[in-house]
């Protein structure tokens, strides 16, 4: 898992609070990526970043916001967590463009109650 | 709905066979992706091949790209129990500078020992 490491790995929370999700890295890689993933679904790309305080809309969106401080850091916040935002996500990272190979990290498991 | 779409959505062969998979994706590509799952873990990249590439070997691993019939197929030959796991396509769409990765969702992989 190319120096990316997600935390926390695994959460249980409740209907309503806020969540908050790091991926850091160790690879100075440019672009980093949300993604999450559900039975029948695939992956789908939450919100991305294409350096420091640049960051942009994904397909899914809606409910969560991004933030990107550091280039190793990556937060994705979960502002008022609700029962479909239940989900595997995960981190990725690529170094120079989002159609190049992407690298991911070991993935959190998120249960909203 | 997907750009890319997996079929099978589950395979099982015994230990030394081969085991094929297909893509069909749906709009023209800049590349196609394949990646690799294991249970409980992030995804590791397999294979990149470009939209100008028929074929692509990595190992054990060998990748066709038709465009006129928009598919793909991830040839695995002399399978073996490590390779249990999960393998998606992941297609890149041209956007005007704003291509993103789509996967498919998957097919799951048994290997018999």
């Known amino acids: 898992d190319a120096g990316i490491t997600q935390s926390p790995r695994h959460k249980v929370t409740e209907t309503g609070t806020p969540v908050t999700l790091r991926c850091h890295q160790t690879e100075n890689h440019r672009y980093m990526y949300w993604y999450r993933q559900d039975p029948g679904h695939g992956l789908r790309l939450i919100h991305y970043s294409y350096g420091v305080k640049d960051t942009d809309k994904g397909e899914v969106s809606d409910g969560y916001s991004v933030s990107r401080s550091k280039t190793e850091d990556f937060l994705l916040t979960l502002e008022s967590a609700t029962s479909s935002q239940t989900s595997v996500y995960f981190c990725a990272i690529s170094e120079k463009d989002p159609q190049e190979t992407q690298y991911f990290g070991p993935g959190t498991r998120l249960l909203v109650l | 709905s997907q750009q890319g779409e997996e079929d099978p959505q589950a395979l099982s062969i015994q230990e030394g066979e081969n085991a094929t998979m297909n893509c069909s994706y749906k709009?023209?590509?800049?590349?196609l992706q394949w990646y690799r799952q294991n249970s409980g873990r992030g995804l590791v990249h397999l294979i990149l091949?470009?939209?100008?590439?028929r074929e692509k070997h990595s190992g054990r691993l060998r990748v066709t790209l038709d465009t006129s019939k928009k598919s793909s197929s991830l040839l695995i030959t002399a399978s073996r129990a490590a390779d249990t796991a999960s393998y998606f396509c992941a297609t890149v769409v041209s956007n005007f500078g704003n291509e993103k990765l789509t996967f498919g969702t998957g097919t799951r992989l048994t290997i018999i020992p």
């Open positions: 091949i470009r939209s100008n590439e």
């Open positions: 709009t023209s590509i800049n590349n």
